[in-house]
Protein backbone atom coordinates (compact mmCIF):
# COMPACT_ATOMS: atom_id res chain seq x y z
CA UNK A 1 0.00 0.00 0.00
CA UNK A 2 2.61 2.66 1.38
CA UNK A 3 4.76 1.50 -2.05
CA UNK A 4 1.73 2.23 -4.12
CA UNK A 5 1.72 5.40 -2.72
CA UNK A 6 4.86 6.66 -3.07
CA UNK A 7 5.00 5.34 -6.81
CA UNK A 8 1.52 7.69 -7.39
CA UNK A 9 3.03 10.71 -5.75
CA UNK A 10 6.27 10.48 -7.19
CA UNK A 11 5.57 12.26 -10.48
CA UNK A 12 3.76 15.11 -8.70
CA UNK A 13 6.77 16.14 -7.11
CA UNK A 14 8.61 16.56 -9.92
CA UNK A 15 8.30 20.38 -10.16
CA UNK A 16 9.40 20.78 -6.57
CA UNK A 17 11.79 18.26 -7.09
CA UNK A 18 13.63 21.24 -10.04
CA UNK A 19 12.46 24.05 -8.52
CA UNK A 20 13.55 22.69 -5.11
CA UNK A 21 16.47 21.61 -6.07
CA UNK A 22 17.95 24.65 -7.81
CA UNK A 23 17.11 27.02 -4.97
CA UNK A 24 18.15 24.45 -2.07
CA UNK A 25 21.83 24.77 -4.40
CA UNK A 26 21.40 28.39 -4.11
CA UNK A 27 20.86 28.35 -0.56
CA UNK A 28 23.49 26.19 -0.19
CA UNK A 29 25.91 28.22 -2.43
CA UNK A 30 25.07 31.23 -0.33
CA UNK A 31 25.70 29.57 2.87
CA UNK A 32 29.05 28.01 2.09
CA UNK A 33 30.22 31.62 1.06
CA UNK A 34 29.66 32.78 4.24
CA UNK A 35 31.78 30.35 5.89
CA UNK A 36 29.11 27.54 7.10
CA UNK A 37 30.02 23.86 5.96
CA UNK A 38 27.73 21.39 4.81
CA UNK A 39 26.37 19.95 8.74
CA UNK A 40 24.56 23.50 8.75
CA UNK A 41 23.36 22.90 5.62
CA UNK A 42 22.27 19.89 6.47
CA UNK A 43 20.91 21.10 9.89
CA UNK A 44 18.72 23.77 8.70
CA UNK A 45 17.20 22.34 5.89
CA UNK A 46 16.06 19.73 8.28
CA UNK A 47 14.94 21.53 11.06
CA UNK A 48 13.84 24.96 9.66
CA UNK A 49 12.60 23.85 6.51
CA UNK A 50 11.39 26.69 5.01
CA UNK A 51 12.75 28.47 1.84
CA UNK A 52 12.65 32.15 1.72
CA UNK A 53 13.16 31.96 5.23
CA UNK A 54 16.03 29.81 5.44
CA UNK A 55 17.61 32.63 2.82
CA UNK A 56 16.76 35.17 5.55
CA UNK A 57 18.21 32.82 8.35
CA UNK A 58 21.25 33.24 6.16
CA UNK A 59 21.14 37.21 6.75
CA UNK A 60 20.34 36.19 10.49
CA UNK A 61 23.87 34.10 11.11
CA UNK A 62 25.46 36.37 9.38
CA UNK A 63 24.96 39.67 12.24
CA UNK A 64 25.01 40.43 14.98
CA UNK A 65 23.67 37.81 17.79
CA UNK A 66 20.28 38.91 18.28
CA UNK A 67 17.49 36.25 19.20
CA UNK A 68 14.48 38.41 19.86
CA UNK A 69 15.24 39.89 16.32
CA UNK A 70 15.31 36.38 14.52
CA UNK A 71 12.31 35.59 16.58
CA UNK A 72 10.22 38.54 15.07
CA UNK A 73 12.13 38.08 11.74
CA UNK A 74 10.55 34.58 11.47
CA UNK A 75 7.48 35.12 12.86
CA UNK A 76 7.02 37.98 10.35
CA UNK A 77 8.17 36.06 7.29
CA UNK A 78 6.39 32.82 8.10
CA UNK A 79 2.84 34.14 9.32
CA UNK A 80 1.54 32.98 5.66
CA UNK A 81 1.66 29.88 7.13
CA UNK A 82 -1.40 30.51 9.14
CA UNK A 83 -3.47 30.69 6.35
CA UNK A 84 -2.00 27.18 4.97
CA UNK A 85 -3.02 25.55 7.94
CA UNK A 86 -6.15 26.59 7.70
CA UNK A 87 -7.26 25.16 4.47
CA UNK A 88 -5.64 22.09 5.34
CA UNK A 89 -7.50 21.03 8.94
CA UNK A 90 -9.91 18.85 7.14
CA UNK A 91 -7.29 16.69 4.59
CA UNK A 92 -4.48 16.66 7.18
CA UNK A 93 -6.75 15.38 10.16
CA UNK A 94 -7.60 11.86 8.46
CA UNK A 95 -3.66 11.84 8.50
CA UNK A 96 -3.13 10.29 11.81
CA UNK A 97 0.49 9.29 13.21
CA UNK A 98 1.68 11.19 10.15
CA UNK A 99 0.18 14.66 10.73
CA UNK A 100 2.61 15.96 13.05
CA UNK A 101 5.07 15.88 9.96
CA UNK A 102 2.91 16.75 7.67
CA UNK A 103 1.94 20.06 9.66
CA UNK A 104 5.75 20.22 10.06
CA UNK A 105 6.34 19.79 6.61
CA UNK A 106 3.76 22.39 5.37
CA UNK A 107 5.87 24.70 2.55
CA UNK A 108 4.45 26.77 0.24
CA UNK A 109 5.46 24.59 -2.28
CA UNK A 110 4.12 21.67 -0.43
CA UNK A 111 1.08 23.33 0.45
CA UNK A 112 0.34 24.32 -3.21
CA UNK A 113 1.14 20.71 -4.36
CA UNK A 114 -1.43 19.44 -1.70
CA UNK A 115 -4.18 21.67 -2.99
CA UNK A 116 -4.30 20.42 -6.13
CA UNK A 117 -3.13 17.09 -6.06
CA UNK A 118 -5.65 13.98 -5.62
CA UNK A 119 -4.76 10.81 -5.05
CA UNK A 120 -5.33 8.13 -7.75
CA UNK A 121 -8.21 5.66 -7.19
CA UNK A 122 -7.47 2.85 -5.04
CA UNK A 123 -4.52 5.13 -3.42
CA UNK A 124 -4.44 5.65 0.25
CA UNK A 125 -4.37 9.64 0.86
CA UNK A 126 -2.78 9.96 3.86
CA UNK A 127 -0.21 8.56 2.47
CA UNK A 128 0.14 10.18 -0.91
CA UNK A 129 -0.13 13.38 0.77
CA UNK A 130 2.96 12.43 3.24
CA UNK A 131 5.29 10.57 0.72
CA UNK A 132 4.75 13.96 -1.44
CA UNK A 133 6.17 15.82 1.66
CA UNK A 134 8.72 13.80 2.46
CA UNK A 135 9.92 14.04 -1.37
CA UNK A 136 10.01 17.63 -1.20
CA UNK A 137 12.03 17.44 2.04
CA UNK A 138 14.48 15.19 0.42
CA UNK A 139 14.68 17.28 -2.23
CA UNK A 140 15.79 20.25 -0.37
CA UNK A 141 18.15 18.78 1.86
CA UNK A 142 19.61 17.28 -1.42
CA UNK A 143 19.81 21.02 -3.14
CA UNK A 144 21.40 22.35 0.15
CA UNK A 145 24.13 19.61 0.63
CA UNK A 146 24.81 19.66 -3.31
CA UNK A 147 25.12 23.14 -3.50
CA UNK A 148 27.23 23.61 0.61
CA UNK A 149 29.40 20.82 -0.92
CA UNK A 150 30.13 21.81 -4.77
CA UNK A 151 29.34 25.77 -4.32
CA UNK A 152 32.72 26.98 -5.47
CA UNK A 153 33.06 24.26 -8.28
CA UNK A 154 30.08 25.22 -10.27
CA UNK A 155 30.83 26.30 -13.99
CA UNK A 156 27.41 27.63 -14.74
CA UNK A 157 25.77 31.17 -13.73
CA UNK A 158 22.89 29.62 -11.94
CA UNK A 159 21.57 33.12 -12.20
CA UNK A 160 17.82 33.46 -12.88
CA UNK A 161 17.27 29.49 -11.87
CA UNK A 162 15.11 30.40 -8.62
CA UNK A 163 12.22 31.36 -11.48
CA UNK A 164 11.46 27.84 -11.43
CA UNK A 165 9.22 28.08 -8.52
CA UNK A 166 7.46 31.10 -9.67
CA UNK A 167 6.73 29.19 -13.03
CA UNK A 168 5.83 26.76 -10.59
CA UNK A 169 3.08 29.05 -8.96
CA UNK A 170 1.72 30.27 -11.83
CA UNK A 171 1.20 27.20 -13.05
CA UNK A 172 -1.17 25.92 -10.46
CA UNK A 173 -2.55 29.19 -10.90
CA UNK A 174 -3.63 28.18 -14.16
CA UNK A 175 -4.70 24.88 -12.89
CA UNK A 176 -6.54 26.50 -10.32
CA UNK A 177 -8.03 29.10 -12.76
CA UNK A 178 -9.21 26.33 -15.44
CA UNK A 179 -10.58 24.32 -12.58
CA UNK A 180 -13.29 26.85 -11.53
CA UNK A 181 -15.49 29.54 -13.05
CA UNK A 182 -15.60 31.37 -9.51
CA UNK A 183 -12.26 33.60 -9.94
CA UNK A 184 -13.08 36.01 -7.20
CA UNK A 185 -10.70 34.80 -4.76
CA UNK A 186 -7.53 34.62 -7.75
CA UNK A 187 -8.51 38.26 -8.27
CA UNK A 188 -8.62 39.23 -4.62
CA UNK A 189 -5.47 37.37 -3.82
CA UNK A 190 -3.77 39.15 -6.67
CA UNK A 191 -4.80 42.69 -6.53
CA UNK A 192 -5.29 42.74 -2.61
CA UNK A 193 -1.36 41.75 -2.56
CA UNK A 194 -0.54 43.87 -5.26
CA UNK A 195 -1.91 47.00 -3.94
CA UNK A 196 -0.12 45.94 -0.44
CA UNK A 197 3.12 45.50 -2.19
CA UNK A 198 2.55 49.08 -3.74
CA UNK A 199 1.51 51.02 -0.67
CA UNK A 200 3.52 48.72 1.98
CA UNK A 201 7.12 48.05 0.41
CA UNK A 202 8.18 45.06 -0.16
CA UNK A 203 9.39 44.13 3.58
CA UNK A 204 5.82 44.33 5.17
CA UNK A 205 3.44 44.08 2.24
CA UNK A 206 2.89 40.18 3.23
CA UNK A 207 1.21 40.82 6.53
CA UNK A 208 -1.51 43.56 5.38
CA UNK A 209 -2.04 41.15 2.09
CA UNK A 210 -3.31 38.26 4.79
CA UNK A 211 -5.09 41.42 6.37
CA UNK A 212 -6.47 42.41 3.58
CA UNK A 213 -7.46 39.19 1.75
CA UNK A 214 -8.92 37.76 5.00
CA UNK A 215 -10.91 40.69 4.89
CA UNK A 216 -12.17 40.65 1.57
CA UNK A 217 -13.30 36.93 1.94
CA UNK A 218 -15.07 37.52 4.94
CA UNK A 219 -16.85 40.36 3.02
CA UNK A 220 -17.93 38.21 0.56
CA UNK A 221 -18.74 35.39 2.15
CA UNK A 222 -22.14 34.95 1.43
CA UNK A 223 -21.95 35.83 -2.66
CA UNK A 224 -18.54 33.36 -2.50
CA UNK A 225 -20.34 30.19 -0.55
CA UNK A 226 -23.50 30.19 -3.34
CA UNK A 227 -20.81 29.21 -6.04
CA UNK A 228 -18.74 25.99 -6.12
CA UNK A 229 -15.47 26.09 -6.06
CA UNK A 230 -14.55 22.40 -5.61
CA UNK A 231 -11.91 22.14 -7.88
CA UNK A 232 -12.01 19.41 -10.12
CA UNK A 233 -9.66 16.23 -9.32
CA UNK A 234 -6.93 16.62 -11.84
CA UNK A 235 -3.45 16.33 -11.53
CA UNK A 236 -1.39 19.78 -11.52
CA UNK B 1 30.74 33.23 10.50
CA UNK B 2 30.58 35.85 12.57
CA UNK B 3 28.97 33.98 15.42
CA UNK B 4 29.63 31.43 17.47
CA UNK B 5 28.88 28.04 17.38
CA UNK B 6 26.80 28.05 19.92
CA UNK B 7 25.06 31.76 18.82
CA UNK B 8 24.40 29.83 15.31
CA UNK B 9 23.11 26.88 17.26
CA UNK B 10 20.96 28.88 19.38
CA UNK B 11 19.97 31.48 16.46
CA UNK B 12 18.99 28.20 14.07
CA UNK B 13 16.76 26.56 17.23
CA UNK B 14 14.81 29.98 17.61
CA UNK B 15 13.78 29.57 13.84
CA UNK B 16 13.04 26.53 13.61
CA UNK B 17 11.00 26.75 16.75
CA UNK B 18 8.86 30.04 15.75
CA UNK B 19 8.51 28.49 12.52
CA UNK B 20 7.20 25.34 13.78
CA UNK B 21 4.99 27.85 15.54
CA UNK B 22 3.35 29.38 12.11
CA UNK B 23 2.61 26.01 10.86
CA UNK B 24 1.21 24.07 14.40
CA UNK B 25 -1.36 27.45 15.52
CA UNK B 26 -4.11 26.63 13.22
CA UNK B 27 -4.36 22.84 14.31
CA UNK B 28 -3.60 23.83 17.81
CA UNK B 29 -6.86 26.02 17.22
CA UNK B 30 -9.07 24.04 15.65
CA UNK B 31 -8.01 20.10 17.06
CA UNK B 32 -9.36 17.31 14.89
CA UNK B 33 -11.80 16.37 17.54
CA UNK B 34 -14.09 19.22 17.74
CA UNK B 35 -16.14 20.40 14.63
CA UNK B 36 -14.26 23.63 12.69
CA UNK B 37 -16.73 26.56 12.71
CA UNK B 38 -18.21 26.58 9.68
CA UNK B 39 -16.72 30.49 8.83
CA UNK B 40 -13.25 28.59 8.99
CA UNK B 41 -14.05 25.38 6.80
CA UNK B 42 -15.20 28.42 4.51
CA UNK B 43 -11.99 29.87 4.89
CA UNK B 44 -10.14 26.83 4.16
CA UNK B 45 -11.88 26.39 0.69
CA UNK B 46 -11.38 29.84 -0.90
CA UNK B 47 -8.17 30.76 0.83
CA UNK B 48 -6.05 28.29 -1.59
CA UNK B 49 -6.81 30.36 -4.75
CA UNK B 50 -6.44 33.91 -2.99
CA UNK B 51 -2.63 32.40 -1.66
CA UNK B 52 -1.37 30.89 -4.81
CA UNK B 53 -2.18 34.40 -5.59
CA UNK B 54 0.05 36.23 -3.13
CA UNK B 55 2.45 33.78 -3.74
CA UNK B 56 2.99 34.67 -7.59
CA UNK B 57 3.16 38.42 -6.46
CA UNK B 58 5.79 37.55 -3.39
CA UNK B 59 8.58 35.98 -6.23
CA UNK B 60 7.74 39.60 -7.96
CA UNK B 61 8.41 41.34 -5.18
CA UNK B 62 12.32 42.53 -5.67
CA UNK B 63 11.45 43.45 -9.01
CA UNK B 64 12.04 47.05 -9.82
CA UNK B 65 9.14 48.98 -12.68
CA UNK B 66 11.01 51.99 -12.26
CA UNK B 67 14.75 50.71 -12.92
CA UNK B 68 16.36 49.13 -15.81
CA UNK B 69 15.26 46.30 -16.74
CA UNK B 70 12.09 47.54 -15.64
CA UNK B 71 10.28 44.15 -14.56
CA UNK B 72 10.30 43.08 -18.81
CA UNK B 73 12.44 39.47 -18.34
CA UNK B 74 9.71 38.94 -15.50
CA UNK B 75 6.81 39.93 -17.48
CA UNK B 76 7.87 38.22 -20.87
CA UNK B 77 8.84 34.75 -18.66
CA UNK B 78 5.67 34.90 -16.85
CA UNK B 79 3.49 35.18 -19.69
CA UNK B 80 5.57 32.62 -21.48
CA UNK B 81 4.61 30.21 -19.09
CA UNK B 82 1.07 31.17 -19.13
CA UNK B 83 0.46 30.70 -22.40
CA UNK B 84 2.58 27.62 -22.94
CA UNK B 85 0.88 25.64 -20.15
CA UNK B 86 -2.88 26.45 -20.93
CA UNK B 87 -1.36 24.78 -24.19
CA UNK B 88 0.59 22.01 -23.86
CA UNK B 89 -0.47 21.41 -19.83
CA UNK B 90 2.96 20.08 -19.45
CA UNK B 91 4.44 20.72 -15.98
CA UNK B 92 8.21 20.01 -17.30
CA UNK B 93 7.92 22.09 -20.27
CA UNK B 94 5.74 25.20 -18.68
CA UNK B 95 8.26 25.37 -15.54
CA UNK B 96 11.62 24.07 -17.05
CA UNK B 97 11.35 26.27 -20.27
CA UNK B 98 9.87 29.18 -18.45
CA UNK B 99 12.64 29.16 -16.45
CA UNK B 100 15.64 28.46 -19.37
CA UNK B 101 14.31 31.52 -20.80
CA UNK B 102 14.15 33.47 -17.88
CA UNK B 103 17.58 32.55 -17.18
CA UNK B 104 18.53 33.48 -21.05
CA UNK B 105 16.82 36.71 -20.38
CA UNK B 106 18.50 37.96 -16.97
CA UNK B 107 22.25 36.28 -18.10
CA UNK B 108 22.23 37.30 -22.02
CA UNK B 109 19.67 39.96 -22.94
CA UNK B 110 19.06 42.28 -20.26
Known amino acids: MRRKAFKAALPYTLPVFMGYLFLGIAFGVLLSSKGYHAGWALLMSTTIYA???QFVAI?????PFNLINALIVTLTVNARHLFYGLSMLDKFNISGKLKPYMVFSLTDETYSLLCSAEPPEGIDQKWFMFFIAVLDQSYWILGGLIGNVAGTVLTFDPTGIDFAMTALFIVIFVNQWESTKQHTPALIGLGVTLICLVVFGAEYFIIFSMIGIFLCLTLLRSRLEMNDLKAKEEPI | MILTTSQ?????????????????LPFVIFPAGKKTPKFVTYLGSVLPFAIISMLIIYCFKSVSITTWPYGIPELIAGVFVVVIHKWRHNLLLSIGGGTLLYMILVQAVF
Open chain 1, 59 to 63: EILTS
Open chain 1, 51 to 53: GSM
Open chain 2, 8 to 24: ALLSIAVIAAATILTRT
